[in-house]
Every structure is written in structure tokens, then in C-alpha cells.
């Protein structure tokens, strides 16, 4: 027989082939004999460590010198702060474009989502986007709005969300005037890792305003990211949105392909 006290926060050990046990509210009893070492009599856990943002900041540049002398910056970040049953998620670019000294491209966007959880699959949501656009005469378009999603996928590789919701989307023209109002959110979200060192994602919005369903604005984006050496990974982006109201003078839809170089943090 061997034996373990545990006294004031310590406990004796004895070398056996059998131990009995027997735990009290302040100590532990094992019976035994020959005192050998000494240890801890019970191991402290620890507190799960606070959550940290977690993000990527790319750069991409482009410089041609030929018929048409192209200068391109763009600069992205995104970041994301993941709690027990709620998410922040933050998503900004600035996107510069001249050719032969004669801008063609200079848009900037931040877009914020909240979400948190109401039930297994259900969440709420909260969200903004903003956006000013140079060349098709947008001086601020302003989306603020909120609803409910649902999670049809949940895996480790694979997710799909729906989400639907209410808006107030206002737009600024650099050409003078404004329009505002209410309108519906409709939209979906899907992400794949492709392998473990790459992901995939697909989004779309809907934004129908309601006192005219012809009057509506629709974005969405496709996204491949391919971690790199440490903490550098490629980002290939393609942004595309269409307005079915534009600025007087302007294009309906955009589109935009994007290939940066970022580091993750």
C-alpha cells in the first residue's frame, strides 16, 4: 500500500501497487505508506484567453509606362473580433487609379457588420456601409441598417448564411442633389476553405427601396486568400456593384479586380 496527504495546498506520495482515495472539501486522503516527493495537491485552471482582433492589411500597386502611362495604388484591411456567440467584422479599401495623369479611378469604402447569436442556427445583425466614388459621382452613399440570418451550412470547411433586413440608404452626388430612403436587405454569404492554407468567399446584398422597387442598389464581392511565407498572404479580389439609379452621368455597374500582397495580424 501506498500513501498521499494533501496538507495546506500539498500532498504526499508513496510509491504502491494499490491506492484507496477519499476527497474531503479541504484535502485529499490516499492511503499508503513510505513518503517519497512531493506535489500540488490540485492544478488551477486557467481563465480562456481574452478575444484579439485578427485582420490582414494588403498593398497593391501597379506602374506601366507605355502608350498609356497607368498609375494604380490599393490599399485593404479587414478585421475581425470573434466572441463567444457574437462577431465584429470591419472591411475598408482605398483604390486609386490614374492614366496619363488623368484619374480614372478613386473610391473609398469601410464597411462594419455585428452579429450575434439568438438561437442555434438564428442571429441578429447590425450593419453600415459607406462609400465615397470619385469617378461615377458618388460624394457619400450611406447604407445603416439590421436584421436576421440564418445559418443553413456550418461546418469546419464550409459556411452558408442567409440574411434579411431593413435599411435607410442615403446617396450624395458630387453633381449636386441627394435621394434617401427606406429599403429592403436581402443577401447571402458563403465561405469555403479550400485547403489549409487557402480560403474562398462569396457575398451578395440586395438593397430594394421600398416606395420603389425600381430604384434599388445590389453589391457583391469574391474573394480567394492564399497564406504565404509566415505571416504573408495573397489576396485576389473582384468587387462588383450595379445601381439602377445612378448619378446623373454615370455607369450603373462597376467592376473591379483587385490582387494585393498583405500580412496577417
Known amino acids: 500500500m501506498y500513501k498521499l496527504v494533501s496538507t495546506a495546498g ?13 476527497a474531503l472539501p479541504d484535502h485529499i486522503t490516499l492511503s499508503g505508506t513510505e513518503s517519497l516527493l512531493k506535489m500540488p495537491a490540485a492544478v488551477r485552471l486557467e481563465d480562456p484567453p481574452p478575444p484579439k482582433w485578427h485582420g490582414t492589411i494588403g498593398l497593391g500597386l501597379d506602374f506601366a509606362r507605355s502608350a498609356v502611362n497607368t498609375d494604380s ?10 466572441m463567444k456567440k457574437s462577431l465584429i467584422a470591419l472591411d475598408a479599401a482605398y483604390l486609386s487609379t490614374r492614366q496619363n495623369g488623368a484619374s480614372t479611378e478613386e473610391t473609398t469604402f469601410f464597411n462594419g457588420d455585428y452579429n450575434f447569436d439568438t438561437g442555434e442556427k438564428t442571429y441578429g445583425f447590425g450593419n453600415f ?10 460624394d457619400l452613399r450611406t447604407i445603416v441598417g439590421g ?41 447571402y454569404l458563403y465561405t469555403r476553405r479550400v485547403s489549409k492554407t487557402a480560403n474562398f468567399r462569396h457575398d451578395l446584398t440586395y438593397y430594394p427601396k421600398l416606395s420603389n422597387l425600381n430604384d434599388y442598389y445590389a453589391v ?22 450595379y445601381s439602377s439609379t445612378p448619378a446623373p452621368g454615370a455607369q450603373r455597374s462597376t467592376s473591379r479586380y483587385i490582387l494585393s500582397i498583405g500580412t496577417k495580424f
Request: net charge positive.
Open 147 to 187: 436584421g436576421l440570418g440564418y445559418r443553413w451550412i456550418k461546418s469546419a470547411d464550409t459556411t452558408f448564411n442567409t440574411e434579411a433586413g431593413l435599411t435607410y440608404r442615403r446617396e450624395a452626388y458630387t453633381t449636386g442633389g441627394n435621394k434617401s430612403g427606406i429599403s429592403g436587405q436581402a443577401g
Open 129 to 138: 456601409r459607406i462609400r465615397k466614388d470619385r469617378i461615377n459621382a458618388i
Open 220 to 241: 457583391t464581392n469574391l474573394i480567394f486568400d492564399q497564406a504565404l511565407s509566415g505571416s504573408l498572404t495573397l489576396s485576389a479580389r473582384i468587387l462588383m456593384d
Open 73 to 82: 495604388i490599393k490599399l485593404l484591411a479587414n478585421a475581425n473580433y470573434k
Open 10 to 22: 500539498l500532498v504526499t506520495m508513496a510509491a504502491s501497487l494499490s491506492l484507496s482515495a477519499c
